[in-house]
């Protein structure tokens, strides 16, 4: 026979104060058309923006701009102690030093 305690449903009660402060991430889909978009791209990632960068234009278009575009925004990345890393051919993700990007194991 089962104790009455037994029966009943347990229940966890959990701390969600943090829950409640309205906290924000913005995601930008954006495009790198040409080296001076750098700047821009720049300014997003300082705001706390994490960026979505389509590269495949400017790849297709003069790889050596995009090179230089993408060592810009590694240093920029590196400064601030965010992350970036290429997904497929044609896009980046970069982000500022609050988050990363998981890469398996």
Same mark, same amino acid.
């Given at each position: ?30 495009? %790198?058309?040409?080296?001076? @978009?750098?700047? #821009? ?6 705001? *706390?923006?994490? +960026? ?13 701009? %995009?090179?230089?575009?993408? @060592?810009?925004? #590694? ?6 102690? *965010?992350?970036? +890393? ?20």
């Amino acid at each position: 026979m089962k104790k009455p305690e037994e029966d009943s449903e347990k229940f966890l009660e959990l701390n969600t104060s943090h829950f409640t402060e309205k906290s924000q991430v913005s995601v930008r889909v954006e495009n %790198l058309e040409n080296y001076s @978009d750098t700047d #821009r791209i720049q300014g997003m990632l300082r705001n *706390g923006n994490v +960026v979505f960068l389509k590269i495949r234009e400017l790849r297709e278009r003069d790889i050596n701009e %995009l090179k230089r575009s993408v @060592d810009k925004l #590694r240093k920029t990345c590196s400064a601030m102690s *965010g992350d970036i +890393v290429g997904v497929d051919e044609d896009f980046l993700i970069i982000t500022p030093s609050f988050a990363k990007v998981f890469r398996g194991k």
